[in-house]
């Protein structure tokens, strides 16, 4: 008994104690972490972090454009976030003629700053624990169904209520899978500009080759800047806006970090699934991620092969390539770090030892059955997560299906139709129309289409298939005559047809409309999986959230009997989040070490003319050979570019400000070391590693490489 107790308790441990440099905190309950902050070196107070009634680090760290975050580096509203999280910004303002993804952007005065229609930065402005009101009304004998309901009336009415009392906007998100509930105040900006970029050969230097991978030379940084209306509102784009006066911005270090220094990164983190049970992750990481890795693979190569061929179509397929390519290494990466770590197995003796826990006592019922429970609910789940996995991956990376689907309103106009709702229509159609045919390049589309069809086909059998599928299986010679007469046939295509039918609409034309092979296509794609899998889906899901939530508060309790002192983190969920960790190298395998940082020496090494994503420019070579790099050089007389420390970031967290023991900018993180790629689901402290890019290479490019000097001016810097 006593052994069997030792050994729970191992592996209990493993799991159980969060270790120092694992977790991504709730700024607001940060006090708990203070004393193990100031322990491994802080020298603030977490009241400097967060603080509601004075100004704090919390004024300067936003949400950029819904998925990366930003910091304010000024007190006129200047916002450093990565190159690639302000990519699709960087590619939306560049042409043949002015091509910043390729020469970069600098502008020299306010007048010279770029707007960007529709994005955000989005700066917490409090936040409340709401979980009682949000539960009230659950009982025991509430059912799962019933319960969703309550919560969901009940946060309608809480933010409805306090609405009327404040002017910030207002979420609730749910915290511990649904455990705890938080109200979150935002200030949501919505003039945004655009100020500066490097090219990207030193913004996306490495490309997506080194993407996910130590040791890194990316200068993955842009500049944005705040605007506000004279009166200090955040409105929308105005002419007369002038830059935001923001209570607090961070002062920027140039004094570098060493082996073992502190850090803490403060910033979005997306999503994590920390506490699933071993099932969830095997197919996760064995069932689902290899067919997305697969099917994004087969793609990608097709674009690559046309990048390569046009320069127009490289940039017009730069930020798709991008997206794509970045799921399709990262779980690469995860699903080798889950196999050489042993994660399933990890996970499944903690399950093992969690069962028995809930066995040792009759209060701990409702946690016994639950490792069953899961291992059944994940069966039935699969089909249909591979289902949609299919779908997403094959049929709705046709990109003339999913820009007909713009078309379906006007496909249905009347007669009847009032005429100021058709024009309505049109317009909108107009506008997709022109975003959609500045980045499409039809031989792609056409090539990528005969390619996931044929792998829909090969890979779900017919009763997991939109019907459209089994008519090319039963009246086609092969897919590629189907695809052919698609391409042929639909107006969807093309520029000029989609033009004509807009510039000349009327009501008789949408029989036209309805009939188009491509609009078809979709609709049917689309009917197979709201009827067949999505209900599947919602119920299944419903069903692993409810047990998710019993889960993780059993999971909670243990850990709470154990560390009195130290609570457990929450799964990310794009809440405003703290995570600190030591600066440091690693071992990822047997006699290989990583030094913690890169130095422009470095990128002369990958220099290849021939290779996109390793040229370098003269001037940036010039820079070197001068080594002209004023007080940005590191002591040791090198210029520092990117560098790693055991912080727990996820997706979400780039761009975000990685700060030192006085609360000083460091740099900005931007990745993860492919080694530990699979912290997402399981956060291993050897290898698990954030990297940032160095702040001093960040003004090295601002001031000595580009000469937008007036940027530097605005900082405070602290030698
Ligand atoms: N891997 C990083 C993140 O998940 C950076 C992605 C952008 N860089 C790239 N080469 N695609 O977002
Ligand atoms: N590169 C990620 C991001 O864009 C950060 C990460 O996943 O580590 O948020």
Aim: with cysteine; proline share 4%; hydrophobic share 40%.
């Amino acid at each position: 008994m006593k052994k069997i107790f030792l050994s729970l308790f191992i592996v209990m441990s493993v799991f159980m104690n969060v270790r120092a440099d694992e977790g991504m905190w709730i700024p607001m309950l940060l006090q708990n972490n203070e004393k193990e902050m100031q322990e491994m070196g802080m020298n603030i107070t977490v009241e400097d972090i967060y603080s509601i009634n004075n100004s704090s680090m919390k004024d300067a760290v936003v949400l950029f454009g819904g998925g990366c975050t930003g910091e304010i580096v000024s007190d006129k509203g200047l916002l450093f976030t990565n190159h690639h999280c302000g990519f699709d910004w960087i590619q939306h303002h560049s042409t043949v003629e002015h091509d910043y993804l390729t020469d970069g952007f600098w502008a020299m005065s306010f007048e010279e700053e770029l707007p960007c229609p529709g994005l955000t930065a989005v700066m917490l402005k409090k936040m409340e624990d709401v979980t009682d009101r949000v539960l009230a009304g659950v009982e025991k004998s509430t059912t799962t169904e019933e319960r969703a309901e309550i919560v969901k009336n009940n946060i309608a009415k809480i933010i409805e209520e306090t609405s009327a009392t404040t002017d910030y906007e207002l979420e609730i998100k749910s915290f511990y899978h649904g455990n705890k509930y938080y109200m979150i105040y935002n200030e949501v900006f919505k003039d945004v500009r655009m100020v500066g970029t490097p090219p990207s050969n030193i913004g996306k230097f490495g490309g997506d080759t080194d993407n996910w991978v130590w040791p890194r030379h990316t200068g993955d940084f842009s500049i944005f800047r705040i605007y506000v209306s004279p009166e200090g509102k955040a409105v929308e784009y105005n002419e007369d806006n002038v830059p935001y006066k923001p209570a607090y911005h961070f002062p920027i270090s140039l004094k570098g970090v060493e082996e073992g220094d502190f850090t803490f990164v403060f910033g979005y983190p997306a999503r994590t699934n920390e506490y699933l049970p071993s099932v969830a992750v095997n197919q996760e990481a064995n069932v689902i991620y290899p067919v997305s890795v697969d099917l994004r693979g087969k793609i990608l190569d097709i674009y690559n092969k046309y990048q390569e061929k046009d320069p127009k179509v490289r940039i017009q397929y730069a930020s798709k390539h991008a997206h794509l390519g970045n799921g399709w290494k990262k779980w690469m990466g995860v699903i080798e770090g889950i196999n050489n770590f042993k994660g399933v197995e990890k996970k499944h003796a903690f399950d093992k030892a969690f069962t028995k826990w809930a066995n040792y006592s009759r209060s701990r019922g409702a946690y016994l059955e639950l490792i069953k429970d899961f291992n059944r609910v994940y069966a039935e789940y699969e089909p249909y997560r591979l289902a949609t996995t299919y779908l997403s991956e094959t049929a709705l990376q046709i990109e003339v299906l999913t820009f007909a689907a713009n078309f379906n309103a006007l496909a249905q106009v009347t007669k009847d139709t009032p005429q100021e709702q058709i024009d309505a229509l049109v317009a909108e159609a107009r506008e997709a129309a022109k975003v959609f045919f500045k980045d499409y390049y039809q031989p792609i589309d056409q090539e990528v289409a005969a390619m996931v069809l044929q792998e829909y086909i090969n890979n779900q059998p017919a009763d997991f298939r939109p019907e459209l599928l089994n008519t090319i299986v039963e009246k086609y010679d092969n897919v590629q005559a189907y695809v052919d007469e698609l391409f042929a046939k639909t107006m969807f295509a093309s520029e000029e047809n989609v033009n004509n039918l807009l510039d000349n609409f009327k009501a008789s034309k949408a029989k036209k409309i309805a009939k188009d092979p491509a609009l078809m296509a979709y609709k049917n794609v689309m009917d197979f999986y709201f009827t067949n899998v999505r209900p599947n889906v919602a119920k299944i899901s419903n069903e692993i959230s409810e047990l998710q939530r019993i889960f993780m508060r059993g999971q909670m309790e243990f850990h709470a009997e154990q560390n009195p002192d130290k609570m457990m983190y929450p799964d990310a969920n794009f809440s405003l989040r703290v995570t600190y960790g030591k600066v440091g190298g690693f071992s990822p395998r047997d006699a290989v070490h990583y030094k913690h940082y890169t130095t422009l020496d470095g990128i002369m090494q990958k220099e290849n003319p021939e290779i996109y994503d390793y040229v370098v420019t003269d001037r940036l070579r010039e820079l070197y050979e001068t080594k002209d790099y004023g007080r940005y050089a590191d002591k040791d007389g090198s210029m520092h570019v990117a560098f790693i420390a055991g912080n727990h970031t996820t997706g979400g967290n780039s761009g975000s400000p990685i700060l030192n023991a006085d609360g000083h900018l460091l740099g900005l993180n931007f990745d993860r070391t492919w080694e530990g790629t699979m912290s997402d689901l399981i956060y291993d402290p050897s290898i698990c590693k954030n990297i940032s890019v160095d702040v001093r290479y960040v003004l090295f490019i601002i001031d000595k490489y580009a000469g937008a000097t007036c940027l530097i001016d605005e900082m405070t810097i602290v030698e």
